[in-house]
């Protein structure tokens, strides 16, 4: 069983247009994550959120939002691509709360290239 | 050897012997810190944590130092296999940082010679 899930796997498309990339997780955690990982393997934080709060990477441009329809489900849209947004953007997990483990569970990543 | 410049650092070894990955952290107040191993084409995988009440902590072929002093933190790897081959990321859990954050240090790849 795959814990985070994420689809598409590969996302192609012209600068401009608006794209979702969707995240799911089967193990029952309370908070989710999206990261953006560049060229250079570099992982940035770009949205922690929990069903009580959105934390928001001050540097993530507006045109980039997080959507949690349930707890299990964190999306991403991405309005207005430009070709900078290049990059592959995984999703992930984890328990909540101070004495937890801080492991955090990843998905396979969604590569998107904004031609 | 090991390289550290414009691109990832990459460290080369042989097959079976022991590789020690390097990770200067920021924060000196971070209480948590994790190695995550990331395989081409993958999501990074858990491979070891460590608090900073400990300073070292032992798994299945890898070990975990942590030097507080100096904020340091390094990945040992036993008998390096061909599998062990990705890029390694440590991170650290930054206090006040929220309860739940993890900061990642930039990476470095291990490239296994069979």
């Known amino acids: 069983d795959t814990a985070v899930s994420q689809t598409p796997k590969y996302l192609v498309t012209q600068m401009g247009n608006d794209k979702s990339i969707k995240c799911e997780q089967n193990?029952?955690?309370?908070?989710m994550y999206w990261y953006k990982q560049d060229s250079k393997k570099f992982l940035k934080i770009m949205f922690s959120y929990n069903n009580k709060e959105l934390i928001i990477n001050e540097t993530v441009p507006n045109r980039f939002s997080p959507k949690s329809p349930d707890k299990a489900h964190l999306n991403l849209h991405i309005n207005s691509l430009e070709l900078g947004d290049s990059a592959v953007y995984f999703c992930?997990?984890?328990?909540?709360?101070?004495?937890?483990?801080?492991?955090?569970?990843f998905g396979p990543g969604t590569r998107l290239t904004v031609t | 050897g090991e390289s550290v410049g414009l691109h990832l650092p990459t460290l080369s070894v042989q097959e079976g012997d022991n590789s020690i990955i390097n990770c200067a952290y920021s924060n000196s107040a971070s209480d948590y810190f994790i190695w995550y191993k990331q395989e081409s084409g993958k999501g990074p995988q858990f491979i070891i944590d460590?608090?900073?009440?400990?300073d070292k902590r032992q798994g299945q072929r890898v070990t975990v130092l942590l030097n507080k002093t100096v904020k340091h933190l390094s990945l040992q790897i036993a008998a390096t296999q061909p599998g062990d081959s990705a890029v390694y990321f440590c991170?650290?859990?930054?206090?006040?940082?929220?309860?739940?954050?993890?900061?990642f240090g930039k990476g470095t790849k291990l490239s296994v010679i069979p």
């Open positions: 193990l029952g955690h309370d908070t």
């Open positions: 991170a650290e859990n930054p206090s006040g940082a929220g309860s739940y954050q993890l900061t």
């Open positions: 460590i608090r900073s009440n400990m």
């Open positions: 992930a997990s984890s328990p909540y709360g101070k004495g937890s483990s801080y492991e955090q569970y």
